[in-house]
């Protein structure tokens, strides 16, 4: 069974920062693209970030290009999520996928970007 377990969320003041974790199991880890989506309230899911296996390719959405980085820790079958400079337009759930099982979610982490 796949499990995915976001944290590292919270309450963050405009221009600050905040690391998000996701630790994966039920599946080999490493062999796999790793991807953070996120959904605010009344929208639909959105694309964040990707990191590959073995090249650790990344790529972003425009919106947090810049701003956010992806990386993987595949000993700690984790992926991680650093988010920089957050603005009120990141406040959102935040969800990590893996290519390995696209239909499955964890409950995500919410982000909440405020003065």
């Known amino acids: 069974q796949v499990q995915l377990v976001e944290s590292g969320g919270g309450l963050v003041q405009p221009g600050g920062s905040l690391r998000l974790s996701c630790a994966a199991s039920?599946?080999?880890?490493?062999?796999?693209?790793m991807r953070w989506y996120r959904q605010a309230p009344g929208k639909e899911r959105e694309f964040v970030a990707a990191?590959?296996?073995?090249?650790?390719?990344?790529n972003y959405a425009d919106s947090v290009k810049g701003r956010f980085t992806i990386s993987r820790d595949d000993a700690k079958n984790t992926v991680y999520l650093q988010m920089n400079s957050l603005k009120p337009d990141d406040t959102a759930v935040y969800y990590c996928?893996?290519?390995?099982?696209?239909?499955?979610w964890g409950q995500g982490t919410q982000v909440t970007v405020s003065s």
């Open positions: 990191i590959t296996p073995a090249s650790g390719t990344t």
């Open positions: 039920g599946f080999t880890f490493s062999s796999y693209t």
């Open positions: 996928n893996t290519g390995y099982s696209r239909g499955s």
